[in-house]
Structure formats: structure tokens, C-alpha cells
């Protein structure tokens, strides 16, 4: 039995190049069952809708698992059933975020799709995979969802696996591909979140398992898997793509503080990235991880406004979230800082709140080498309390891919539609000239100066050696340290 394993998002649709590290792992859980198992990440081969396609009834797989994301989960649904059309006989199997919480409308909408994976689909995959082999279409297994006659049939869900150790590691099969094209080495060492975001489906995804909510990795386990992959690739930078770097209390701090000691005892000397909530930076912690070779971390702030971090469940203030910006700045490591400027409960006063506090810590994201990720407006998943409160207040727009919302104040709606246009296309624009490289800069400078001296009727190679480099170098450095604006895509859907 082959199966072939796709994440379908296309490169114009993720911020960076990526390993998908979910499809992955699923890969050498059915290698190590035995299983013959190809992988395809769409965005890496720049490949269209029709040219995956194509690719997929070449193939011809027994199974065809899909990685569905909201975003693009119409799109993909719309190729799987014209694929099915066309002939393929594969059985189809989506999983996800996006699959999880939408299960029942998804089988009954889309026939095509044979079976859902809810959850972790490690332990679930392999054993739905053997049934299959055996001729036992029964699927008796924990964790799927599935069409029988009419009827959805929705299997109790699968308990979390507590032993990470005992899954095998991820497969690197695009690895050295995305480093060649400029990308960044990816890994894992924890899984899920401990916290509980009103934006943000990733609690309520592992906590339907039953079990905590975040779980990790042994240390000697991960920096084993590190040392394996930097002398395979060597001199590339790590992200490490854990939803929540450390974890939970005070012994999430002592773990993370044991994990960079280790690597500090080691001599490591491959800098990587993380992910963090602005409460758990703290000077001791992060100056050692800095010391194990931490240099970048995304900071979800999410809001300048008390009112909104109270609306979405952050259980931070705007205090800790200038204090981390603070911690990190100080200590020199560079960061990322998540915003989310419109939600659901905005109003004008939340506005003036964000504005004033992107200016009073401009000097800290302002530095060359720190990004400000503005989302414009909080993406509505299903599975997370926002989608529940607006679900009982009646405000849930759109239909279960494309949910969204409707802001009560017509001057924060406005506001809203405003900031796209500013975020998507002026900020880009204006980075891209400010960033305008300095060879064409001097070139610009250099014909301006011969006009001027063919009307003056004076010597060109005269007034041509008065020229130096500080005259444009300086307006170049300058302009640096400007902040890049990027549009943050959402994780969690």
C-alpha cells in the first residue's frame, strides 16, 4: 500500500518557506509501520492547483492524505472532488486543525472525503492504515470520523501520546531543498499550549484528546536529534515551531533553564528561534538561552489595549507585554511582535491604546533586525472561544470555512477596512523603497550631478572625484532601521 501525503498550500499563501513538520512525523510513523510513503509540500515546488493535480493522478497513491487549512480548504476540497472525477481511486483522508473541529459538515458535504483524522494523527494514521491493509473496512480506530450509509459516525477521540520520545522523528525529505532556497531548519520540542487564547484553536485541539494540553520532549532526546541534523546540515539556523517554547509554571522555566544549560555545556553554537508568551520572558531564563544561542523570538503582544487582552483571554497586561520587549531588547536577542489589531469587541479607545503603544515602544521594534506582525483582523476558527461567543450572540458571519464578523462601532469597521489596505499594500510598498539598494541609489545621485555640471559647463572629472560614499551611505543606514511590516497568516487554523 503507497500513500502519499500532501500539504496543499501554495507559496503566494505562507509567509516563509517551511517544513511541514505535522506531515512529517505522520511520514516516518507509516515508514516505520512499513508503509511506502511520499511526501509533497505544494509551496515548496511552487506548483499551481492544477499542477498538484496533475501530480497526484500520476502518483495514483491507495491513500491520499491531505493537510487542510482553512484558507485554502475550499480550494483544496474543490480539487479533491474534481480529482475524484477524473478518475482517482484513492481513498482520501484529511486531518487538521481546520478537520478537526469540522468534521460532520465536511463528510456530509464533501462525499469525496473518506475519512477525517481528528487530532494527533501519529498512532491514528498507522493503525487506520493496517486496518485498511488487511481488508478490514470496519475502522474501528480512536480518533477518526467517517461516513456509514447516511450517517456520520464520529469515533470516541484518541488519548494523547505522553511519551513523545516514543514517536519516531520526523522524516527530512524537502530539508536540504529549503535551506538551499534560503529557508530555515525546523523542529520541534514540545507539542500544544498550555494557555487559552479566545483567537486561537490550539488548546481546544489537544485538550478533545483528553491529557495536558502541552507536553515535551526528554532534553537529551531533542538535543540528540539536534546534533544529528546540524551535521547533516551543517552552518543553517534552527526555528524551533513549538506553539509554546516553555512551558507552564515555574517548572516549565527550570525545564527550558535545564534545556539551554545542556546546550551551553556542549559548546553549542547553532543559533535558533522560538515561540513565547510575553509572561514567561524573563531576564535570567532568556540571557541563558541567549548564551545557548537564542537570537530570535516571536512574541504574541496581540494588544496594547488592557480591554482587548481581557477580551481574548491573554491573562497578561500591556505592562508585561513592554517588559518583555524590554528583556529582550536589553539583552540584545532580536524579536518578532505579534499584533492583532481589530477583534470582534473593538472600539476606538482599544485603537488609540495599539497606536500609542507602537509609539512609545518604537525604539524597541524599531531596530534593524526585529519585525512588527501586524494582523489586521482576528481570524474566527471554529473550536476557539471567540467562535462560541459569537455563535451565542448571534454575530457569526460567513459559513464554517470563512467565518467572520462584523464590528458593533461603524468608525472601528472603517478604521478596520483602512489598516488592510495600509498593511497589505502602502507598508510593503514603502519598505520595498526604503530598502532600495544603494548601487542604484549612487546611480540616481551620479546623473543628477552630471546634469548639473553640463549646465554649469564645468569639468566632469573634477566635480566626479568630489563624490564619496558617506553622501548616500547614510540615508541607506538610516532608513534600516525602520521596522518591516509583514502580515501574520495565522498558525492555527
Not at 425 to 438: E, Q, R
Amino acid at each position: 500500500m503507497n500513500i502519499l501525503l500532501v500539504d496543499p498550500a501554495q507559496r503566494d499563501g505562507v509567509p516563509e518557506l517551511y517544513e511541514n513538520i505535522g506531515i512529517a512525523a505522520l511520514a516516518a510513523s507509516t515508514r516505520q509501520a512499513g508503509f511506502e510513503t511520499e511526501t509533497i509540500l505544494t509551496h515548496l515546488e511552487g506548483w499551481s492547483y492544477r499542477r498538484l493535480g496533475r501530480e497526484i493522478i500520476r502518483r495514483d497513491p491507495d491513500v491520499l492524505g491531505v493537510s487542510l487549512l482553512s484558507y485554502n480548504a475550499r480550494r483544496t476540497l474543490h480539487l479533491i472532488r474534481r480529482l475524484k472525477q477524473d478518475g482517482l481511486r484513492s481513498r482520501i483522508v484529511v486531518g487538521g486543525h481546520f478537520p478537526t473541529f469540522n468534521d460532520e459538515i465536511l463528510l456530509r458535504e464533501w462525499p469525496e472525503l473518506d475519512v477525517v483524522v481528528r487530532g494527533e494523527g501519529d498512532i491514528t494514521l498507522v493503525e487506520l492504515l493496517k486496518r485498511w491493509e488487511s481488508g478490514d473496512d470496519s475502522e474501528q480506530v480512536d480518533g477518526i470520523s467517517f461516513r456509514e450509509g447516511s450517517d456520520i459516525r464520529r469515533n470516541p477521540a484518541r488519548c494523547l501520546e505522553k511519551d513523545l520520545d516514543s514517536l519516531p522523528r520526523p522524516v527530512r525529505d524537502h530539508t536540504q531543498r529549503i535551506i538551499e532556497m534560503g529557508g530555515t531548519l525546523h523542529m520541534v520540542r514540545a507539542r500544544g499550549c498550555y494557555a487559552n487564547c479566545a483567537f486561537c484553536s490550539i488548546a481546544s485541539f489537544y485538550r478533545a484528546q483528553g491529557g495536558p494540553g502541552w507536553r515535551q520532549r526528554g532534553i537529551e532526546s531533542v538535543i540528540g536529534e539536534m546534533e544529528e541534523l546540524t551535521a547533516r546540515f551543517p552552518g543553517v539556523e534552527m526555528k524551533f515551531l513549538d506553539d509554546q517554547f516553555i512551558g507552564p509554571g515555574r517548572k516549565g522555566r527550570e525545564d527550558t533553564m535545564s534545556f539551554a544549560q545542556a546546550l551551553i555545556d556542549r559548546g553549542w553554537d547553532v543559533p535558533f528561534s522560538i515561540f513565547a508568551r510575553a509572561d514567561s520572558i524573563e531576564p535570567e531564563l532568556f540571557g541563558t538561552l541567549k548564551a545557548a544561542g537564542l537570537r530570535s523570538v516571536f512574541v504574541g503582544v496581540e494588544s496594547g489595549s488592557q480591554n482587548q487582552l481581557d477580551a481574548c483571554d491573554k491573562h497578561t497586561s500591556v505592562a508585561e507585554n513592554r517588559r518583555s520587549l524590554e528583556i529582550l531588547h536589553d539583552l540584545g536577542i532580536n524579536f518578532i511582535m505579534g499584533l492583532i489589531f481589530f477583534d470582534p469587541y473593538t472600539e476606538m479607545g482599544d485603537v488609540r491604546a495599539n497606536l500609542s503603544f507602537l509609539q512609545d515602544t518604537q525604539h524597541l521594534w524599531g531596530p534593524r533586525g526585529n519585525v512588527l506582525s501586524i494582523e489586521n483582523r482576528v481570524i474566527v476558527y471554529k473550536g476557539t472561544p471567540f467562535h462560541d461567543r459569537l455563535t451565542s450572540e448571534g454575530r457569526l458571519e460567513g459559513d464554517y470555512i470563512d467565518c467572520t464578523f462584523t464590528i458593533h462601532d461603524w468608525k472601528v469597521r472603517y478604521l478596520s477596512k483602512l489598516f488592510h489596505l495600509l498593511l497589505k499594500y502602502i507598508l510593503p510598498g514603502v519598505s520595498v523603497v526604503k530598502l532600495f539598494p544603494a548601487h542604484l541609489r549612487l546611480f540616481r545621485k551620479n546623473i543628477r550631478n552630471r546634469f548639473r555640471i553640463f549646465f554649469s559647463g564645468r569639468s566632469c572629472r573634477t566635480e566626479e572625484a568630489r563624490i564619496d560614499l558617506t553622501n548616500y551611505e547614510a540615508p541607506l543606514q538610516s532608513s534600516t532601521q525602520s521596522s518591516t511590516f509583514s502580515i501574520d497568516k495565522g498558525v492555527n487554523s
